[in-house]
Nanobody
């Protein structure tokens, strides 16, 4: 059974920073894409960022326009872990952040919730003004 465990949420003032981590475990992953989504109260879950790993272990990050330049997604393939460094946080970034994994990637992009087959429990990020 694949498990995703997220850590790192919390309360921060606008302009501040937080770092989220998510570790995948449960089996060996020959291929893996890991992403972040968020869901604010009363809103649909939205894509934030994802990282895919190339054949030689190079990580390729992708971002939603709303977080480009402020958030950085990175990963440690050896640890099956993805990180989300969030800087210059805004109150609009307040949401529950979910980690997701696709353990058999075969597509060119992973921007949709349905592109992922495993999800973490979510971690609350609250940005005060």
């Amino acid at each position: 059974q694949v498990q995703l465990v997220e850590t790192g949420g919390g309360l921060v003032q606008a302009g501040g920073s937080l770092r989220l981590s998510c570790a995948a475990s449960g089996r060996t992953f020959s291929r893996l894409v890991m992403g972040w989504f968020r869901q604010a109260p009363g809103q649909e879950r939205e894509f934030v960022a994802y990282v895919s790993w190339g054949r030689w272990g190079s990580a390729f990050p992708y971002y939603a326009d709303s977080v480009k330049g402020r958030f950085t997604v990175s990963g440690d393939r050896a640890k099956n872990t993805v990180y989300l460094q969030m800087n210059s946080l805004k109150p609009d970034d307040t949401a529950v952040y979910y980690c997701a994994a696709n353990t058999s990637p075969s597509s060119d992009s992973y921007y949709r919730s349905q592109d992922y087959d495993y999800w973490g429990q979510g971690t609350q990020v609250t940005v005060s003004s």
